[in-house]
């Protein structure tokens, strides 16, 4: 009797210790070729968890090349330019293969420029390489209500763009610099990203859209496509023989998320950073975006 406890206890540990090797060799040791699937959806307000699932890929030994599914109306304008460094510094270890959903315009186009090869389908709307800037002025509604603002300050320009007032012509000038500035910016990126020159790239720029069909006339993108078509594509580029394995993030969300919400420095999880990610870009005077 005992001789079958024994049997049935060291079986048991058996069955444990190699659980624990195969669950380890699975996180460490790169069984197959696979490719990372990254999305990027909606408005731009956050580059971190795209930024983090970019790094994990490069990485990861298994995953022998990138797709980057965008379906993007552009977004703000520094987390747009924080993914297009990370696509361009993993297009230099790993090829990034781009799938244009229905919309990738704008700050949806910048991200994509620097990958490998773009792929888009024929109706994509893309390109809107352009910045603009939005302010309200409720000046007239305030006088309507008698109210008034005060305004204390130290620097000529520190309320520039205040709701309570109109833009100045000096004002103006200052923010059309900015404009340009970052314009400029978009134009450069583009320019670098698709190995295109430059003023070909300014003839493009006046913030017009095209369809996938159009861009790749332009050598806006490089193939017209589906994500599948994006998919055979990357395995072609990376070598993998027969169907792909394909790796993408799991959206999670439980009630832990709810109450983690930190807003003493600003909003960075929980129900508050869902509806920071979801809803359009702003500010209290202005916004400006891609």
């Keep these: 009797m005992k001789k079958i406890v024994y ?37 731009i307000l956050s580059s971190k968890e795209t930024i983090k699932e970019f790094k994990k890929y490069r990485d990861d030994p298994s995953i022998k090349v990138i797709v980057l599914r965008v379906e993007s109306p552009g977004g703000a304008v520094v987390p747009s330019q924080e993914i297009y460094e990370e696509v361009r510094k993993t297009a230099l270890k790993k090829k990034v293969v781009v799938s244009m959903g229905s919309l990738a315009a704008s700050g949806g186009y910048y991200i994509s420029a620097p990958a490998t090869k773009i792929i888009a389908n024929q109706a994509t ?30 620097g000529k320009h520190k309320d520039l763009a205040s709701l309570y007032r109109g833009v100045g012509k000096e004002e103006r000038a200052i923010l059309q610099g900015v404009i340009d500035d970052i314009h400029s910016q978009f134009i450069e990126a583009v320019s670098v990203g698709r190995h ?46 027969g169907e792909p394995q394909v790796v993408t993030k799991k959206e999670e969300f439980s009630l832990s998320d709810v109450f983690s919400n930190e807003l003493g420095s600003g909003i ?23």
């Design 7 to 43: 049997f049935f206890i060291g079986l048991f540990v058996i069955l444990i210790v190699v659980s624990i090797v195969l669950t380890f060799i699975g996180s460490h040791v790169p069984i197959g070729d696979k490719i990372g699937l990254i999305r990027v959806e909606g408005v």
């Design 268 to 290: 960075s999880n929980g129900i508050g950073s869902y509806l920071y990610r979801k809803l359009p870009p702003f500010t209290l005077n202005y916004k400006m975006y891609f």
């Design 196 to 241: 295109m020159p430059i003023d070909k790239v300014r003839t493009l720029a006046d913030g017009r859209i095209f369809t996938g069909r159009q861009a790749l006339q332009l050598g806006l993108v490089d193939k017209i496509g589906t994500l599948q078509d994006a998919i055979k594509e990357a395995a072609e580029m990376a070598g993998i023989k």
């Design 125 to 154: 709307i893309t390109g809107s390489i352009g910045v603009i800037m939005e302010m309200a002025n409720i000046s007239g509604l305030m006088e309507k209500l008698g109210i008034k603002s005060e305004v204390i300050k130290a």
